[in-house]
């Protein structure tokens, strides 16, 4: 089931390969700079309302701890996500666009990367098209044969 | 100290294999010795690893995430170079084995995949033919419980209903693909899967938990919530995990093995197993570098049962292309696999000039990266289109393939590369040949026409056609009538070896675009039959 996952990993491996380099730390309480920066870019450019903070909040925990994507940083991206998370608004959510024209070479080039790599999530794509979470049990089995509603 | 224990049959691999054919001789009494390197994994197991999935974000999350080198033998493989591709094995090691985390396709070989050599000249024939094996792919269906509808026009024929009824198309399949394939010709047909469409032998029916690898609900099978389960605690059966099988040592005359030598992961402490009979279940890798590893004096010096050379020739493998689309429209559920295949590109092409495939079309599925087509697809000149993006996840689809190969891969020992236990990995060299190339070729054409059909937005390219190598090696050593074209006979026996059986993958002359754990379950039913005595089901 998963050489599928090659290819997917190897996308996280080309998302880690961009020089996003900080020791991020080891199960800080408190947010690193660029932990708070990968948070916000979460929030803006992930799916969630402001009105489903809290869900997204939880996610953004989950995220960051995930040390396939925030382990391992390096100086020079760390300097390119907090240049482009400085770019929105704090508590932004949900944006409807990014200007891609907008911005430098470094940061649209991670921009891009990051919001592929967040939309391919399941727990995302499951979030936006309104699906029950993965591996909860429905019971019952006429879901997937409905029309969507 | 060497623990040394007797028992009529040694069986290594507790995979859907050696789990099965341990059932049935255990069942007439036979005293039983099952070993396998990996562990083995409990319910608890399965829920944290699910779990462990979700709270890390990691969608591979899989049962051997953490085992060390010395419990997932690694593997190498020839250097990208010309037409050899790397080829990327995902090994699974433990008590189930990688039919802990199949999708539960139970696919059939087609008749004439058994005689490609003689219809179309290219592969190997098999010794046996369709209707010989047939009876027993009736019995593995049985064994597992599999859901299937007969409305498949391309399937070679059946002599038994599926067990149970097939899953309902799910709303695009019925909807939109089924139609699709229809205005082209093709005919959808229902998926048959081990994942059960109402209760079957203690198991649930599936409760769309969507996540398959770890089936939450237990609907499907997995060899050690079946089989394992019917002969634990028997008197008369001993399940070693964490055992690793090193090599097998022949008898003075050469004509027998005598005993099987291995080591206990966790401490490597020597355990030996002598018994009458043994069989290597051990997957299309290690059964056959199982045969290099043990190469003996006299006839055996370049491993067992390869007194014609052909011990690691023929290996093969599927290759799996992938094509994502935006249909435009919302695409509906999933049920966490396809409910409807086709496999009219086994039936209906040439096969003197092309393989055969057989696809599977869904709603995206989990584990493909469609975020990165969506969001290369939400660019509205240099806007990336966040409403777009979120507007299309859920159109999102993803047609997959399933291709056939000629079988010119090698399988060997690399002397430079060492396992834990210091003794040489496997090395896989996998040419994929001009005609290899064409039948993904052909499926990223028709793929474009299905897309068309649907009324799709956007098309993906193809993945290359390398992609996905390493999900069913096979055919390394492969059954034969003599040891010029094989290295074991019709009953699975290695040859010039009495008491030496292998059933796995690796037997198979050659594989059709089928998935191979219905076929290897039918082989090990028989295999089980015939040290039984009997001939027939």
Redesign the interface.
């Given at each position: 089931?998963?050489?599928?996952?090659?290819?997917?990993?190897e996308?996280i491996q080309v998302l880690m390969s961009l020089p996003l380099g900080y020791a991020v730390g080891c199960a800080a309480e408190r947010r690193s700079p660029v932990q708070e920066s990968l948070g916000k870019l979460v929030l803006a450019?992930g799916?969630w309302p402001a009105d489903d903070r809290e869900r997204a909040e939880e996610f953004v925990g989950?995220?960051l701890?995930?040390?396939?994507?925030v382990g391992l940083y390096l100086p020079e991206s760390n300097a390119v996500i907090r240049r482009l998370a400085r770019r929105f608004p704090d508590g932004a959510m949900?944006?409807?666009?990014?200007?891609?024209?907008a911005l430098p070479a470094e940061e649209r080039e991670f921009?891009?990367q990051f919001?592929?790599?967040?939309?391919?999530?399941?727990?995302?794509?499951f979030y936006?098209?309104?699906?029950?979470?993965?591996?909860?049990?429905?019971?019952?089995?006429t879901?997937?044969?409905?029309?969507?509603g | 100290m060497t623990q040394v224990i007797r028992a009529d049959c040694c069986i290594a691999g507790a995979g859907p294999a050696g789990s099965v054919l341990a059932t049935k001789l255990a069942a007439i009494g036979k005293h039983v010795v099952l070993l396998d390197q990996g562990p083995s994994y409990s319910e608890a197991d399965r829920s944290a690893a699910l779990r462990r999935g979700v709270e890390t974000l990691d969608d591979y999350a899989d049962y051997n995430d953490n085992a060390s080198a010395a419990t997932v033998t690694p593997h190498s493989s020839a250097e990208p170079k010309g037409q050899v591709v790397d080829w990327m094995a995902q090994r699974l090691f433990g008590i189930g084995g990688t039919a802990l985390h199949f999708e539960g396709i139970m696919g059939r070989p087609r008749e004439d995949d058994l005689r490609v050599r003689s219809l179309y000249g290219f592969g190997r024939d098999w010794p046996i033919g369709y209707t010989d094996l047939e009876p027993w792919l009736v019995r593995a269906e049985q064994e597992v419980g599999v859901a299937g509808n007969d409305d498949n026009p391309y399937a070679s024929p059946r002599s038994a209903p599926f067990p149970m009824p097939g899953h309902s198309f799910s709303y695009f399949d019925r909807e939109i693909f089924g139609p699709a394939l229809a205005s082209l010709g093709i005919t959808g047909h229902s998926s048959p899967r081990a994942i059960p469409t109402e209760p079957y032998g203690g198991r649930s029916e599936c409760l769309a938990c969507r996540a398959c690898k770890f089936c939450p609900s237990g609907a499907r099978y997995s060899p050690d919530r079946v089989h394992i389960r019917m002969i634990e605690g028997q008197q008369n059966v001993t399940i070693m995990n964490g055992v690793s099988l090193r090599h097998l040592e022949t008898g003075p005359e050469g004509d027998q093995i005598v005993a099987a030598h291995a080591l206990r992961v966790a401490d490597r402490t020597p355990l030996v197993i002598r018994a009458e009979r043994f069989v290597l279940a051990l997957g299309g890798v290690e059964t056959p570098r199982l045969l290099l590893l043990s190469a003996g004096g006299g006839g055996t010096s370049a491993g067992l049962g390869n007194a014609g050379g052909q011990l690691g020739r023929g290996f093969s493998d599927h290759v799996h292309p992938y094509v994502t689309y935006d249909i435009g429209t919302h695409a509906g559920s999933r049920l966490g696999f396809e409910t409807m295949i086709t496999e009219h590109h086994r039936a209906e092409v040439d096969r003197r000039d092309e393989n055969t495939l057989w696809m599977l079309g869904s709603p995206a599925m989990d584990w493909f990266p469609v975020g990165v087509e969506a969001a290369t697809w939400a660019m509205r000149g240099d806007v990336l289109s966040l409403d777009a993006l979120r507007e299309s996840t859920p159109r999102m689809v993803t047609l997959s393939g399933m291709v056939e190969l000629e079988g010119n891969g090698t399988l060997e020992l690399d002397h430079d590369t060492l396992d834990a236990f210091g003794s040489p990995v496997a090395k896989v060299t996998m040419p994929l040949t001009d005609r290899d190339r064409r039948a993904p070729q052909r499926m990223g054409e028709v793929a474009l026409e299905i897309g068309e059909a649907m009324g799709a937005e956007n098309v993906s390219e193809i993945t290359p056609p390398d992609f996905g190598l390493g999900y069913h090696p096979s055919g390394a050593t492969a059954m034969a009538d003599s040891p010029d074209e094989g290295v074991c006979d019709r009953d699975l026996r290695v040859f010039e070896l009495a008491n030496l059986y292998v059933v796995s993958s690796s037997v198979f002359p050659h594989m059709g675009a089928n998935p191979p754990t219905l076929t290897i379950i039918a082989l090990a039913l028989r295999l089980a039959a015939h040290l039984e005595g009997r001939v027939a089901p």
């Amino acid at each position: 089931m998963s050489g599928y996952s090659l290819k997917r990993r190897e996308f996280i491996q080309v998302l880690m390969s961009l020089p996003l380099g900080y020791a991020v730390g080891c199960a800080a309480e408190r947010r690193s700079p660029v932990q708070e920066s990968l948070g916000k870019l979460v929030l803006a450019l992930g799916p969630w309302p402001a009105d489903d903070r809290e869900r997204a909040e939880e996610f953004v925990g989950r995220f960051l701890a995930a040390e396939h994507i925030v382990g391992l940083y390096l100086p020079e991206s760390n300097a390119v996500i907090r240049r482009l998370a400085r770019r929105f608004p704090d508590g932004a959510m949900a944006l409807m666009e990014l200007n891609m024209a907008a911005l430098p070479a470094e940061e649209r080039e991670f921009a891009l990367q990051f919001v592929q790599q967040l939309y391919s999530l399941v727990e995302v794509r499951f979030y936006v098209s309104n699906e029950p979470r993965w591996g909860e049990c429905l019971g019952e089995r006429t879901r997937y044969v409905q029309a969507p509603g | 100290m060497t623990q040394v224990i007797r028992a009529d049959c040694c069986i290594a691999g507790a995979g859907p294999a050696g789990s099965v054919l341990a059932t049935k001789l255990a069942a007439i009494g036979k005293h039983v010795v099952l070993l396998d390197q990996g562990p083995s994994y409990s319910e608890a197991d399965r829920s944290a690893a699910l779990r462990r999935g979700v709270e890390t974000l990691d969608d591979y999350a899989d049962y051997n995430d953490n085992a060390s080198a010395a419990t997932v033998t690694p593997h190498s493989s020839a250097e990208p170079k010309g037409q050899v591709v790397d080829w990327m094995a995902q090994r699974l090691f433990g008590i189930g084995g990688t039919a802990l985390h199949f999708e539960g396709i139970m696919g059939r070989p087609r008749e004439d995949d058994l005689r490609v050599r003689s219809l179309y000249g290219f592969g190997r024939d098999w010794p046996i033919g369709y209707t010989d094996l047939e009876p027993w792919l009736v019995r593995a269906e049985q064994e597992v419980g599999v859901a299937g509808n007969d409305d498949n026009p391309y399937a070679s024929p059946r002599s038994a209903p599926f067990p149970m009824p097939g899953h309902s198309f799910s709303y695009f399949d019925r909807e939109i693909f089924g139609p699709a394939l229809a205005s082209l010709g093709i005919t959808g047909h229902s998926s048959p899967r081990a994942i059960p469409t109402e209760p079957y032998g203690g198991r649930s029916e599936c409760l769309a938990c969507r996540a398959c690898k770890f089936c939450p609900s237990g609907a499907r099978y997995s060899p050690d919530r079946v089989h394992i389960r019917m002969i634990e605690g028997q008197q008369n059966v001993t399940i070693m995990n964490g055992v690793s099988l090193r090599h097998l040592e022949t008898g003075p005359e050469g004509d027998q093995i005598v005993a099987a030598h291995a080591l206990r992961v966790a401490d490597r402490t020597p355990l030996v197993i002598r018994a009458e009979r043994f069989v290597l279940a051990l997957g299309g890798v290690e059964t056959p570098r199982l045969l290099l590893l043990s190469a003996g004096g006299g006839g055996t010096s370049a491993g067992l049962g390869n007194a014609g050379g052909q011990l690691g020739r023929g290996f093969s493998d599927h290759v799996h292309p992938y094509v994502t689309y935006d249909i435009g429209t919302h695409a509906g559920s999933r049920l966490g696999f396809e409910t409807m295949i086709t496999e009219h590109h086994r039936a209906e092409v040439d096969r003197r000039d092309e393989n055969t495939l057989w696809m599977l079309g869904s709603p995206a599925m989990d584990w493909f990266p469609v975020g990165v087509e969506a969001a290369t697809w939400a660019m509205r000149g240099d806007v990336l289109s966040l409403d777009a993006l979120r507007e299309s996840t859920p159109r999102m689809v993803t047609l997959s393939g399933m291709v056939e190969l000629e079988g010119n891969g090698t399988l060997e020992l690399d002397h430079d590369t060492l396992d834990a236990f210091g003794s040489p990995v496997a090395k896989v060299t996998m040419p994929l040949t001009d005609r290899d190339r064409r039948a993904p070729q052909r499926m990223g054409e028709v793929a474009l026409e299905i897309g068309e059909a649907m009324g799709a937005e956007n098309v993906s390219e193809i993945t290359p056609p390398d992609f996905g190598l390493g999900y069913h090696p096979s055919g390394a050593t492969a059954m034969a009538d003599s040891p010029d074209e094989g290295v074991c006979d019709r009953d699975l026996r290695v040859f010039e070896l009495a008491n030496l059986y292998v059933v796995s993958s690796s037997v198979f002359p050659h594989m059709g675009a089928n998935p191979p754990t219905l076929t290897i379950i039918a082989l090990a039913l028989r295999l089980a039959a015939h040290l039984e005595g009997r001939v027939a089901p």
